[in-house]
């Protein structure tokens, strides 16, 4: 059974920093993709940023220059480094891998439980 462990969310106020960690366990397959993925409250899941399994990145024009995606592919692991929070990337974020390399929901077929992001202004 695959597991998506997210960890590192938290409080914080604008301007700061957070990184998030996703463990995942129990995959028989190396990831094509593995993303990042975020949902606020009375909005839709949205794609934050993914890594191919050969290090390529996308990101969403919303965090380019903020965020930084990172994966280790020997220990199924992957990172976001969340730089320069705004209120607005207040949000529930989610670890998924799937076989796309794209920053769409119905690509991925692995999430994980999620972990709460709040920035304060």
């Known amino acids: 059974q695959v597991q998506l462990v997210e960890s590192g969310g938290g409080s914080v106020q604008a301007g700061g920093s957070l990184r998030l960690s996703c463990a995942a366990s129990g995959l028989t397959y190396s990831p094509a993709c593995m993303g990042w993925f975020r949902q606020a409250p009375g909005k839709e899941r949205e794609g934050v940023a993914a890594i191919n399994s050969g290090g390529l990145r996308i990101y969403a024009d919303s965090v380019k220059g903020r965020f930084a995606i990172s994966r280790d592919n020997a220990k199924n692991t992957l990172s976001l480094l969340m730089n320069s929070l705004k209120a607005e990337d207040t949000a529930m974020y989610y670890c998924?891998?799937?076989?796309?390399?794209?920053?769409?929901?119905?690509?991925?077929?692995?999430w994980g439980q999620g972990t709460q992001v709040t920035v304060s202004s």
């Open positions: 998924a891998a799937g076989p796309v390399f794209r920053l769409n929901v119905p690509d991925y077929t692995d």
